[in-house]
């Protein structure tokens, strides 16, 4: 297919921000899309692959400026000058594009197969001249596209290609391309792509027109899935009437996602960022196989660090670095032991059991799973309909050093990446929250040359709003913890956008916990808010951008500040 009418659905999608007119632009496309095109379905979501898979593009802004002068034959610092002012590297090349078309004339039609071919080639380079093979790759298409091609094949290399499409508009556009878009389709569409994780594979059944066959898509042992999420609550009466009575209340533990699949003696290990972080937990692969009965299997956990002396839980905070660490992880694992907790089962023997009652899945999943403390367990769980026993339980997770607990009905289903009301947490409302960094202030004399103040901010009432709540210049290079100011400038200068003076805009992307004082009204900050005393407690790698804390969070935060003096 030509690139060309790529571009152009992404003018079309970007020229309305009515969700229904996207919807029939983009049906209408999917409608002429060929079987044989179905991997366009990555590039309309700005990939090149499914979502779970580990090859990005993974292009920073200096390496696209360096591509973008290439092809158009202008400085490097006259592109990143013009960046400067226009502040979208995507309308820089189209600009810079369109003054160059009119003295060339372009000799090649861009196909999308074209375009796939060499970005796919961009995640494979290592070694010695990798930065000019990727120049090169980029250089190639850019200098055969038009200017609008060109915007939107930068917009895409960089990860931003800003068309207001979500999942849930490409669900529901090839709903209405392939069948009369009702209720029963979207539905059906949407199970399929959960379980499959995986556009042009779903895109391929729909196509046909027949939700028999949609229905059959399946789980697939080895392929990441997106976790389940929950709701808050504020008290045990409200979440008893999200959730029903009785219920399972269960333990909410403080330390991340891990899916984990089994066949054979095969096992895999997922955060719920869908990365495979399989080889950094080498331990976890020795338990499934010892300690969990069946021939292959899909689980859902939260791995918990503890002090390996005394036995305690510790938090998150203290065992994020076995996420990431590739190096020394046999050692790594005997400072920083960790006990994993399963509360469900989605996958056994061959079936999906995501439609199942919860009531069956822990049952079976406490069948399965021999309990090893310290090793792998299920989760501390009680079914109850008592307010007064789930409040019993609730402080005994928290004396545990837990968050709080989970509560949940016993009837429902398991929904892949849904924020669903029939699992809600309960948990005291510290002052924490997560927030995304947007900008930083070079620091002086001792800090000088490092970011050392970092502005915070919470996402707005628009997708893709990010607003300014507080800044943070503390808590950063304490003993002990991941954060340092070298650390995060090393982390925040390629996602530098804009610089002046000592001050740098900065393209949200790095996820923060944060703790505060107090949140009090303030004209300082867009936001309207701003925080008192806020500190890093942690990065937070394993959330994504679209999980930060927004205005309604910060003003339930702010409303609840008061009673929160309860829980000290
Ligand atoms: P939050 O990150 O505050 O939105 O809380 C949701 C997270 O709690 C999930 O993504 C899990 O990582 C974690 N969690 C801890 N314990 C449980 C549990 N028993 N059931 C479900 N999720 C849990």
Not at 8 to 13: A, F, K, N, V
Not at 225 to 238: G, N
Not at 247 to 275: N, P, Q, S, W
Not at 487 to 512: C, D, F, Q
Request: hydrophobic share 35%; glycine share 6%; with cysteine.
């Amino acid at each position: 297919m030509q690139y060309k009418k790529l571009a152009q659905l992404y003018e079309d999608l970007s020229s309305t921000t009515k969700r229904l007119e996207k919807i029939e632009i983009l049906s209408k496309f999917l409608s002429y899309l060929s079987k044989e095109d179905r991997d366009v379905m990555y590039l309309l979501e700005g990939m090149i692959y499914p979502e779970y898979d580990d090859r990005k593009i993974g292009i920073s802004n200096q390496l696209a400026i360096k591509a973008i002068s290439k092809a158009t034959g202008i400085e490097p610092k006259q592109v990143t000058k013009e960046w400067k002012s226009i502040g979208d590297l995507g309308e820089v090349s189209k600009k810079l594009m369109q003054n160059k078309k009119q003295s060339t004339l372009h000799s090649h039609v861009l196909t999308t197969e074209k375009v796939l071919e060499n970005l796919r080639k961009l995640p494979g380079l290592e070694g010695k001249g990798t930065v000019d093979k990727k120049i090169g790759l980029i250089t190639e298409l850019l200098t055969s596209a038009s200017s609008i091609e060109a915007q939107y094949l930068v917009r895409t290399l960089i990860g931003d290609l800003r068309i207001g499409v979500q999942e849930s508009t490409i669900r529901e556009a090839m709903s209405s391309a392939f069948f009369d878009r009702n209720g029963k389709s979207s539905e059906i569409i949407q199970k399929a792509i959960d379980k499959a994780n995986d556009l042009a594979i779903v895109f391929d059944i729909a196509k046909k027109g027949k939700l028999k066959e949609l229905e059959k898509v399946s789980l697939e042992i080895g392929k990441p899935i997106k976790a389940m999420l929950a709701q808050k609550a504020t008290s045990f009466k409200e979440g008893f009437e999200k959730v029903g009575k009785p219920c399972a209340v269960e333990y909410k533990y403080d330390g991340f996602r891990m899916i984990i699949h089994k066949r054979g003696k095969e096992v895999f290990l997922f955060t719920r960022m869908l990365e495979n972080v399989t080889k950094q937990f080498p331990e976890v692969v020795e338990y499934i196989l010892e300690y969990v009965k069946g021939n292959s299997f899909i689980l859902d956990s939260e791995a918990v660090g503890f002090n390996k002396k005394t036995k305690e839980y510790t938090d998150f905070q203290a065992i994020s670095q076995r996420i990431r660490r590739k190096y020394d992880i046999s050692k790594l694992q005997k400072e920083l032991p960790i006990e994993v907790n399963v509360f469900d089962v989605l996958y056994y023997n061959g079936k999906s059991t995501l439609d199942e009652p919860f009531e069956k899945r822990t049952k079976l999943l406490r069948k399965i799973l021999k309990d090893h403390p310290y090793k792998i367990i299920a989760s501390k769980m009680i079914i109850t309909d008592d307010e007064k026993e789930a409040d019993k339980f609730y402080k005994k997770a928290l004396d545990d050093n837990q968050e709080g607990v989970m509560m949940k009905s016993l009837s429902a289903d398991y929904r892949p990446g849904r924020r669903v009301g029939n699992m809600v947490k309960m948990k005291p409302e510290e002052r924490d929250l997560d927030l995304v960094i947007t900008g930083a202030e070079y620091g002086t004399g001792k800090r000088s040359g490092w970011l050392s103040s970092f502005i915070l901010s919470c996402g707005g009432e628009k997708k893709g709003e990010y607003l300014e709540i507080g800044k943070v210049g503390t808590g950063i290079a304490e003993k002990d913890n991941e954060i340092t100011f070298e650390s995060l400038t090393e982390l925040l200068t390629p996602l530098i956008t804009k610089e002046k003076g000592k001050n740098a805009e900065i393209k949200p992307k790095i996820v923060v916990s944060v703790t505060y004082q107090e949140i009090q009204r303030s004209p300082n900050y867009n936001s309207g808010w701003a925080l008192r005393f806020p500190r890093f407690t942690a990065l937070r790698p394993d959330k994504p951008l679209k999980e930060i804390a927004d205005l309604k969070e910060v003003s339930e935060a702010f409303n609840n500040q008061k009673r929160n003096w309860r829980f000290g």
